[in-house]
């Protein structure tokens, strides 16, 4: 008590709650790059694994005109991850301001809004030591495991995981419509609270002999090694793995992500992640209303990027295909893949060379020389076309560094979009690109129209 008065009292306190998925791997990252994109000049996190949840406090600058920028001094954001049905339940009873939920809710009924934020797929994980049944499942005999009807073969008793109050769950009852709703299933299966120690638990319990089975969100197993997917990764119904994230990590040809089955239709377990909020909102959030439609607006175009990074399916991204940017729709964008083989060849030439280039000291904010960065943007035409290439070091695993690129490009996007510069397009590679001559945490920037010279003339020769 005596420290209390250290204790700052936030002035807005916004509670996300719900999907252990969007919970664990999208929420805080994305509450992060909001906090970055609107100005926020200190921002701690403090994760509460054992409760199952997150805080994040970020502290704005205060400005007069609040209608323009609703942050205003010390800004909580509490991330809840009970599960979509526990989100759920407490947007209904006004205990949190967004659900985040991984299945469909009745938004009628429920007089919710619904903000889609992108795909995501559950795989199946199965540990069996004799391994014979890997490559041999259909819906079928999942089904019959997870129900528990393996009775009358002791060779077949499997040990299955579950997890409870969850859209993940509730999507594998629901879509291999599971006996009385999956009670026998919830009954006779071990309990895990998060898609981690789902993983943990079924890679590491079949030592007596005895196999085990369970499902998690494949953004979870993306940064597992190719070994750890062949091993424990099953399709089902031999639906041919679709390779949607190839073209983020290496050479389509030599990649090793061949396991990824989203966005396949005839998956069976493909799902949608969303947002969910009040259509009206009650007495207590009307001091929060603009920060939590500011979230809904940003999950629309940089929470497509953070979904990406993190190892999901976006919506308005088209899975791997590179962005459109809400600002710039009228002009053409390079995909990903095609914009990766042009720099490929940018590097092999060495030209064009960039027009500017900018080193980060350290994360995706803290930049070298911010006054040499305005001095040349007073020099440049408010109508070039900037092409930015983010870059990090080798430090990290190549899923995190994609993900500190891609914050690394929309932080100078950001610079040159207040600075009047409307037509500019992201890309980043991670640290796939080190450089010898600038430091390799860097920003690149060049004139579309010099890649647009490349372009034609591969095009032209290719014809």
């Given at each position: ?29 994305f ?13 701690k ?43 759920i339940?407490?947007?209904k ?5 967004i659900?985040l ?5 009745d938004?009628e ?5 619904r ?34 009807q393996?009775?009358n ?11 409870e ?25 071990s309990?895990?609270?998060?898609n981690?120690e ?10 007596d002999?005895?196999?085990?089975i ?7 197993v993306?940064?597992?090694s190719y ?10 119904d ?6 949607l ?7 389509k040809?030599?990649?090793?992500l061949?396991d ?18 009040h ?8 001091k929060?209303i603009?920060?939590i ?6 999950a ?7 979904l ?34 042009l720099?490929?060849?940018i ?13 980060f000291l ?5 930049i ?7 001095k ?11 092409v930015?290439?983010g870059h990090a070091s080798?430090?990290?695993s190549?899923r ?18 207040n ?15 080190p450089s ?18 490349i ?9």
């Amino acid at each position: 008590m005596f420290y209390a008065w250290l204790i700052k009292t936030p002035n807005v306190t916004v509670k996300l709650c719900g999907s252990v998925t969007l919970g664990e791997k999208f929420a805080p990252h994305f509450i992060e790059a909001i906090a970055s994109d609107h100005g926020a000049n200190k921002i701690k996190k403090s994760d509460n694994k054992d409760k199952n949840n997150i805080t994040i406090d970020a502290n704005f600058p205060k400005t007069k005109d609040k209608k323009d920028n609703p942050f205003q001094g010390l800004v909580r954001f509490i991330v809840d991850y009970g599960g979509t049905n526990d989100g759920i339940e407490k947007l209904k009873q006004n205990k949190c301001d967004i659900a985040l939920a991984s299945e469909d809710v009745d938004i009628e009924r429920n007089d919710f809004d619904r903000v889609l934020l992108g795909q995501d797929t559950i795989a199946i994980i199965v540990n069996d030591n004799k391994n014979e049944t890997l490559h041999n499942f259909d819906s079928q005999k999942i089904k019959s495991i997870l129900e528990n009807q393996q009775d009358n073969n002791k060779d077949e008793q499997w040990q299955v995981f579950c997890r409870e109050k969850s859209g993940t769950t509730d999507t594998i009852i629901k879509k291999l419509e599971l006996q009385d709703t999956g009670a026998s299933f919830l009954n006779n299966c071990s309990k895990v609270t998060t898609n981690k120690e789902m993983w943990d638990k079924v890679t590491t319990t079949s030592n007596d002999g005895k196999p085990s089975i369970g499902y998690l969100s494949y953004s979870f197993v993306v940064d597992k090694s190719y070994s750890d997917r062949k091993k424990y990764l099953t399709t089902i119904d031999n639906q041919k793995p679709v390779d949607l994230l190839s073209n983020y990590f290496e050479n389509k040809d030599t990649d090793k992500l061949d396991d990824i089955y989203f966005t396949n239709n005839k998956y069976k377990l493909n799902r949608e992640l969303s947002f969910y909020t009040h259509r009206v909102f009650n007495s207590t959030q009307l001091k929060d209303i603009d920060i939590i439609n500011s979230i809904r607006e940003d999950a629309g175009f940089l929470g497509q990027k953070i979904l990406n990074s993190e190892g999901f399916v976006s919506v308005s991204l088209n899975g791997i295909t590179a962005n459109q940017n809400p600002k710039d729709k009228k002009h053409k964008q390079y995909t990903q893949e095609t914009m990766k083989n042009l720099y490929k060849i940018i590097r092999q030439r060495n030209k064009p060379k960039p027009i500017y280039t900018q080193n980060f000291l350290e994360g995706y904010t803290t930049i070298e020389n911010q006054e040499d960065l305005q001095k040349w943007l007073s020099t440049q035409n408010n109508n070039t076309e900037f092409v930015l290439i983010g870059h990090a070091s080798p430090v990290g695993s190549p899923r995190y560094n994609l993900g500190l690129s891609l914050q690394r490009t929309e932080y100078i996007e950001n610079i040159l979009l207040n600075n009047g510069y409307q037509n500019v397009k992201t890309y980043a590679f991670g640290n796939e690109y080190p450089s010898e001559e600038t430091k390799v945490a860097r920003v690149e920037i060049y004139d579309l129209k010099e890649i647009d010279k490349i372009y034609k003339e591969i095009n032209s020769a290719t014809k």
